[in-house]
Nanobody
């Protein structure tokens, strides 16, 4: 499966963005899809994940209550709705697929998309 992330941009603190992760090649069935982010000079960190079948989700503590991960079966797309954005959310956001459910370790994911840049100004 190939993944394409999109939807990044520049937003003021307190604003919102919605990222999309579209799959091609095959469906997300039997996969989990995760969002990770990487700020300059920092390691790639877990943000959120969703189990395609059933829709179970898991979030990093830093985004819980502000970000929502969801899926659209018909469009074979996973979304990350980001509200109440903070400058520390600035990063390149990546999506990836995993055959393991609700994992937070980036080593459990592959088929990484190319990333989309989110910049939050103060």
């Amino acid at each position: 499966v190939q993944l394409q992330a999109s939807g990044g941009g520049l937003v003021q603190a307190g604003g919102s963005l919605r990222l999309s992760c579209a799959a091609s090649g095959r469906t997300f069935s039997n996969y989990a899809v995760g969002w990770f982010r990487q700020a300059p000079g920092q390691e790639r960190e877990f943000v959120a994940t969703i189990k395609w079948s059933g829709g179970d989700t898991k979030y990093a503590d830093s985004v819980k209550g502000r970000f929502t991960i969801s899926r659209d079966n018909a469009k074979n797309t996973v979304y990350l709705q980001m509200n109440s954005l903070k400058p520390e959310d600035t990063a390149v956001y990546y999506c990836a697929a995993s055959v393991w459910y609700l994992r937070t370790n980036r080593g459990d994911y592959d088929n990484w998309g190319q990333g989309t840049l989110v910049t939050v100004s103060s």
